[in-house]
C-alpha cells in the first residue's frame, strides 16, 4: 500500500566556513538545502515584524516549473530545478532581478502518483553547482554558464532502485566531497570527489528514506549524519565508517526531516505518528556510544515533522506537528529540547515549512502564505500573513534581506528588510 505524504524541497547556528567546503560564501547568502549550515537559520537581522498595508513588498516574479526542489542563493545568483519541456532542468537567475542567466536539462522528466519535478534541492559550492534528479542522477554543472562537468546515475551505478517517492537527497558538500543518499545494497550514503566525480567511498545496507544528509559537530568530532529509510547514520566524513547506527523505523519509510545537533545530543523526528527522539553521542574509542536523553513517539508525540525540518533556536524547538498517517490535521509547536515538554502549540496552523532569522520564524504555507511568528518559548504570537504564491510545499530562502518562494510554476522574491 502506498501513502501519499508531502515531499520536503526534495527536510548550532553557525558552523566554520571549512565545513562548506572552504568556499567563497557571503554571510547572507542561502547556498544550499535550510541554508548556510543544513539547519533553516538565517543571521540576518533587522528584517520586517509586519507587513505594509499592501503586504510585502514584491522585488520580482518570473515562471518557474514544476517540482518540489528548494531555492538556493550565492554571490548574486539563484538556482533550483524545475521540470518542463520534458526534462528535469537546473535554472540560474539573476537574484536581484530574477532575469534569467542559463538553464540545463540534466535528466528526462520524472514523476509518479506524488508529482512531477525532481525533489532535491541543489547546492552551490564556489564554481560549481551540484544537483540530484527524481530519478537518481547526480550532475556537477558550472555555476558560469551551466555546462556539465560530470554526471552519475547513482542509483543505478550502485544496483539500487528509486525511491517510491523519489530522490530527495540534497547533496552535501564537505570538503572535495560531494555526498548524497543512495540506498542501494552496500552504498546507503554515497560520496564522490566534487571536481572529478570519482567515488570516494560507500557506505550503508539501509534503503534511502527522503532526507537530506548534514555535516554536525556533534561530541567534537564532524561527521555525516544521515537519516535513512530504516536508521540514523553517524559517518566518517572522510572515509564513511560508521561511527554509530540508531534504528528508525517509520511507516514508508517516510523518514525525511534532516537531522539537528544540540550540544553532544542528534535531534531526529519523522512523521506518519512517529514523533521525535534525541540522542546523546559519547565517544567510545574511534566510535560513540548511544543514550536515548528523551524519546516522544506514537500518536501522543510532542512533535511528528512530516516533511519539515524543525529549527533549533536557544534550545527550543519550532516545528511543524503532523497528526495521522499524512494526515490533514498540522499544528505549529515549540518544545524544550532538553527534556521534550512542550512550551507552546497553535493547534490546526495547517501544513508548511519554516525558517529563522532576526528572533522571528517566517513560514510558508501549503495555501501560498507567508506568515511571520515570533521565535519565542514564551508564547505563540502572529506578527504578519499575506497570501503571495500558489500552494507550495518549499522551505523560503533569504538571502540579503530578500526572501525567495516558489510553487509548481512561478519563483518570487520579496523585500522583507526593515526600512
Known amino acids: 500500500m502506498k501513502r501519499a505524504f ?30 548556510p549550515n543544513r539547519n533553516g537559520i538565517s543571521t540576518e537581522t533587522k528584517l520586517l515584524d509586519k507587513f505594509p498595508a499592501g503586504g510585502p513588498p514584491e522585488v520580482w516574479r518570473v515562471k518557474g516549473g514544476g517540482g518540489m526542489s528548494g531555492l538556493v542563493i550565492s554571490n548574486g545568483k539563484l538556482a533550483t530545478m524545475v521540470e518542463r519541456k520534458g526534462q528535469q532542468q537546473v535554472i540560474l537567475l539573476d537574484a536581484k532581478t530574477g532575469k534569467p542567466v542559463w538553464n540545463t536539462a540534466i535528466a528526462p522528466a520524472y514523476r509518479n502518483s506524488m508529482g512531477a519535478g525532481p525533489r532535491a534541492t541543489p547546492t552551490i559550492d564556489g564554481e560549481l553547482l ?6 537518481g542522477i547526480l550532475a556537477a554543472l558550472k555555476l558560469s554558464d551551466g555546462s556539465l562537468v560530470w554526471s552519475h546515475n547513482v542509483v543505478k551505478d550502485m544496483e539500487g ?10 547533496p552535501l558538500i564537505v570538503g572535495d566531497l560531494v555526498v548524497v543518499t543512495a540506498g542501494a545494497p552496500g552504498a546507503t550514503v554515497v560520496a564522490y570527489n566534487k571536481t572529478t566525480g570519482k567515488v570516494a567511498w560507500k557506505t550503508g545496507r539501509d534503503s534511502a528514506g527522503y532526507s537530506s544528509a548534514a ?3 556533534i561530541a567534537g ?10 536508521s540514523a547514520l553517524g559517518l566518517d566524513p572522510k572515509s564513511g565508517a560508521s561511527l554509530w547506527r540508531f534504528p528508525y523505523s517509520t511507516d514508508y519509510e517516510c523518514n525525511i526531516a534532516t537531522p539537528l545537533a544540540w550540544k553532544n545530543r542528534v535531534f531526529l523526528s519523522a512523521g506518519e505518528n512517529h514523533g521525535s527522539t534525541l540522542l546523546e553521542l559519547k565517544p567510545d574509542g574511534k566510535k560513540f556510544a548511544l543514550k536515548t536523553v528523551w524519546d516522544s513517539t506514537g500518536r501522543r508525540s510532542v512533535l511528528r515533522n512530516e516533511w519539515q525540518t524543525s529549527v533549533l533556536l536557544d534550545g527550543h524547538l519550532y516545528g511543524m506537528d503532523n497528526v495521522g498517517g499524512a494526515g490533514p490535521i498540522t499544528h505549529l509547536t515549540c518544545i524544550d529540547a532538553s527534556d521534550g515538554t512542550r512550551a507552546w502549540q497553535q493547534a490546526r496552523f495547517g501544513k508548511g515549512n519554516l525558517i529563522a532569522a532576526d528572533g522571528k520564524l517566517f513560514i510558508s504555507t501549503i495555501d501560498g502564505e507567508i ?14 500573513r499575506a497570501k503571495v504564491i500558489g500552494p507550495t510545499r518549499q522551505a523560503p530562502a533569504l538571502a ?12 518570487l522574491c520579496l523585500d522583507v528588510r526593515k526600512k
Do not use: C, H
Open 6 to 35: 508531502y515531499l520536503p524541497s526534495i527536510v548550532a547556528v553557525v558552523l566554520a566556513l571549512s565545513s562548506l567546503g572552504g568556499r567563497s560564501v557571503s554571510a547572507a547568502d542561502w547556498p544550499q538545502f535550510l541554508g
Open 130 to 135: 551540484f544537483a540530484f534528479t527524481g530519478d
Open 161 to 170: 532502485r528509486i525511491a517510491d517517492y523519489g530522490m530527495a537527497s540534497s
Open 215 to 217: 555535516l554536525l559537530t
Open 221 to 230: 568530532r564532524k561527521q555525516i549524519v544521515a537519516f535513512t529509510g530504516q
Open 371 to 384: 506568515v511571520i511568528v515570533a521565535a519565542s518559548p514564551k508564547s505563540f504570537r502572529e506578527l504578519a
Open 400 to 411: 540579503n534581506g530578500l526572501l525567495y518562494l516558489r510553487d509548481g510554476s512561478e519563483i
